[in-house]
């Protein structure tokens, strides 16, 4: 047996180095002629014995982590529930999608209807100082830029 396997190693190194058909169908014969040759295994144990160990160990998996699995399954089960009502506690009274979409209607329809005359109030020029002190300090207050403290107390100081 090892001298025929050795024999075969051989003769597929040596045609494989000259091509690739050649050694296919020497692979092929060579498997054909292994398998005529080396004589059939046979089983040392029956396929009931097989059967019989096999069903043994699906109900010792059955008996010993059965009950577990069964826990772990009411307990997830537990979890999804209390995740459930969380989600409606959630939707129904934390953030109520239908009220919320009601609000949105609401701030929409104030400020299409209140949008012309804001625009308008914005257009109006309310500067009164008319001395060259106040006017700058009036100037400062009114430029809409947060970062000019510096300036804003030195305009206030001079005023």
């Known amino acids: 047996m090892r001298l025929l396997s050795l024999l075969f190693t051989s003769l597929l190194a040596f045609f494989l180095v000259r091509r690739v058909r050649r050694v296919v169908a020497l692979t092929l014969v060579g498997a054909v002629a292994f398998t005529i040759v080396a004589p059939p295994a046979k089983a040392q144990i029956g396929i009931g014995a097989v059967i019989a160990a096999a069903t043994a160990v699906v109900s010792l998996i059955t008996n ?5 699995l ?33 609000a949105r209607a609401l701030v929409s329809s104030m400020i299409s209807q209140y949008r012309g005359l804001l625009m ?19 100037s400062v207050m009114r430029d809409r830029n947060t970062g000019d403290f510096g300036q804003l107390t030195s305009a206030y100081g001079q005023t």
């Open 120 to 138: 308008a109030l914005l257009q109006v020029n309310v500067a009164s100082a008319q001395l060259p002190n106040p006017v700058a300090l009036e």
């Open 64 to 68: 010993t982590i059965g009950g577990l």
């Open 70 to 102: 069964n826990a772990v399954r009411g307990t997830i089960g537990s979890i999804n529930g209390v995740l459930t009502q969380f989600d409606q506690l959630w939707e129904n009274v934390v953030y109520p999608l239908q009220l919320i979409n009601q």
